[in-house]
Nanobody, 120 residues
Framework: QVQLVESGGGSVQAGGSLRLSCVVT????????MAWFRQAPGKEREGVAA???????YYDDSVEGRFTVSQDNAKMTVYLQMNSLKPEDTAMYYC??????????????WGQGTQVTVSS
């Protein structure tokens, strides 16, 4: 059973950076497709970034050039480096596994989320 545990969220001022981590357990290798999603209060969950086989990454237009998704297979961990943060990036961030790119309804496994708050 795949389990995902996120960490690294927090409060930061606009322009700051955070790095989120997602540790994958219960299996011997990171699934081919991993993704990060976020959900702000009153809004739908939206895709932020996805990575395929640790090599090809995809980003939502709203974070392109500011966020970077990566993974460390030896540590069974997927990262989301977030730079130049904006107040509109404030949301609960979720790690997800085994789905299709940035389509939340296609993912089978989810973490519990980590809160990111960006103040102006």
């Amino acid at each position: 059973q795949v389990q995902l545990v996120e960490s690294g969220g927090g409060s930061v001022q606009a322009g700051g950076s955070l790095r989120l981590s997602c540790v994958v357990t219960g299996i011997t290798r990171i699934p081919a497709v991993m993704a990060w999603f976020r959900q702000a209060p009153g809004k739908e969950r939206e895709g932020v970034a996805a990575i395929h086989t640790g090599a090809v990454s995809y980003y939502d237009d709203s974070v392109e050039g500011r966020f970077t998704v990566s993974q460390d297979n030896a540590k069974m961990t997927v990262y989301l480096q977030m730079n130049s943060l904006k107040p509109e990036d404030t949301a609960m961030y979720y790690c997800a596994a085994d789905g299709r790119l940035l389509r939340p309804g296609t993912y089978n496994y989810w973490g519990q989320g980590t809160q990111v708050t960006v103040s102006s």
